[in-house]
């Protein structure tokens, strides 16, 4: 499976992004889904994850109530809609996949994108 991650990019505090994960090679139904971030000199961290169907999300606990996290399996796509953005949401942002199930670490991903740079910044 190969994952493509876009919609970053820089934005003040407050704003809007959404972000897009993009997989090809297998159908994206067969997955549960997550995003991970990791800011500059800091571990990477879970972010919010969706089950293969859509009926099942779970979010840290810094980003519930702001961010939303979707899929469209028909698209092949998954997506994280973050709102009032703050400067400690800067990072760069993952898209995972995990066979199945979801979860909260990261190991248990076998499938990554290549990161989408998300900037707060008055």
């Known amino acids: 499976v190969q994952l493509q991650a876009s919609g970053g990019g820089l934005v003040k505090p407050g704003d809007s992004l959404r972000l897009s994960c993009g997989a090809s090679?297998?159908?994206?139904?067969?997955?549960?889904l997550a995003w991970f971030r990791q800011a500059p000199g800091k571990e990477r961290e879970f972010v919010s994850s969706i089950s293969r169907r859509g009926d099942s999300t779970d979010y840290v606990d810094s980003v519930k109530g702001r961010f939303t996290i979707s899929r469209d399996n028909a698209k092949n796509t998954g997506y994280l809609q973050m709102s009032s953005l703050k400067p400690e949401d800067t990072a760069v942002y993952y898209c995972?996949?995990?066979?199945?199930?979801?979860?909260?670490?990261?190991?248990?991903?076998?499938?990554w994108g290549q990161g989408t740079l998300v900037t707060v910044s008055s």
């Open positions: 995972a996949l995990r066979f199945s199930l979801t979860g909260r670490r990261a190991g248990d991903y076998a499938y």
């Open positions: 090679g297998r159908t994206l139904d067969m997955y549960g």
